[in-house]
């Protein structure tokens, strides 16, 4: 089955400054990739998803590259703002949702 | 309108105990599913049903039982609680696009935390 790596586990940006978070997956097939932020206490919400057939999709300071030879995707927030320290989930799909660790993401004011 | 619903918010029981967790959803979703977060936040997948039938069934305890009574619902019900089973439960739902291949965006409940004493 599908195996998803998500690093860091934790990461701390200053405000305004960009944040990058990364993911792998082990099954060549999957062919959906979501991201999810989920704030304490709450459930995980889509912030962006990316297909196969595609190599980047931007959503105003959101951003997601996927490199698919090397079956890795990436989450980048840039002019990251206080509001935007949450949980993220990375994961990928080909018939069920597989969910990368999480990264912890700290924005200091 | 909620979308996906799931009860109860908050479950507090004793080892040893059975318990039930009802999902709704209200999309139109043909896939439901329920997921565990631990402490450490990890989101794991235990079961998957689409349009009733179970497709996932990962190595999760034979002491949980989901049950799908129609597309719109799928119940989640522990025997014997351990204190193991402490966790966060959420229940989500999408659409499943054959023609694009697989699976779509999922929509989760609110969560369910379980605590067992």
């Known amino acids: 089955g599908e195996n998803v790596e998500q690093h860091p586990s934790t990461l701390s940006v200053q405000e305004g400054d960009s944040a990058v978070i990364k993911c792998t997956y082990s099954d060549s097939a999957s062919n959906y990739f979501p991201w999810y932020k989920q704030e304490l206490g709450k459930r995980p919400q889509l912030i962006i998803d990316?297909?196969?057939?595609?190599g980047e999709k931007k959503d105003q300071r959101i951003a997601v590259t996927l490199n698919k030879t090397a079956k890795h995707f990436s989450l980048h927030i840039t002019e990251t703002q206080p509001e935007d320290s949450a949980v993220y989930f990375c994961?990928?799909?080909?018939?069920?949702?597989?969910f990368g660790a999480g990264t912890r993401l700290t924005v200091k004011p | 309108d909620t979308a996906v619903s799931q009860t109860p918010k908050y479950l507090v029981t004793q080892m040893g105990n059975d318990k039930s967790i009802k999902c709704e959803q209200n999309?139109?979703?043909?896939?439901m599913y329920w997921y565990k977060q631990d402490s450490k936040k990890f989101l794991k997948i235990m079961f998957s049903?689409?349009?009733?039938?179970?497709?996932i069934n990962e190595t999760v305890p034979n002491r949980f039982s989901p049950k799908s009574p129609d597309k719109a619902h799928l119940n989640l019900h522990i025997n014997s609680l351990e204190l193991g089973d402490s966790a966060v439960y959420f229940c989500a739902s999408s659409h499943r696009d054959r023609g694009s291949g697989g699976a779509n965006v999922l929509t989760f409940g609110a969560g369910s935390r379980l605590t067992v004493l």
């Open positions: 999309l139109g979703h043909d896939t």
């Open positions: 994961a990928a799909s080909k018939n069920d949702m597989r």
């Open positions: 049903y689409n349009n009733k039938e179970l497709i």
């Open positions: 990316i297909r196969s057939n595609v």
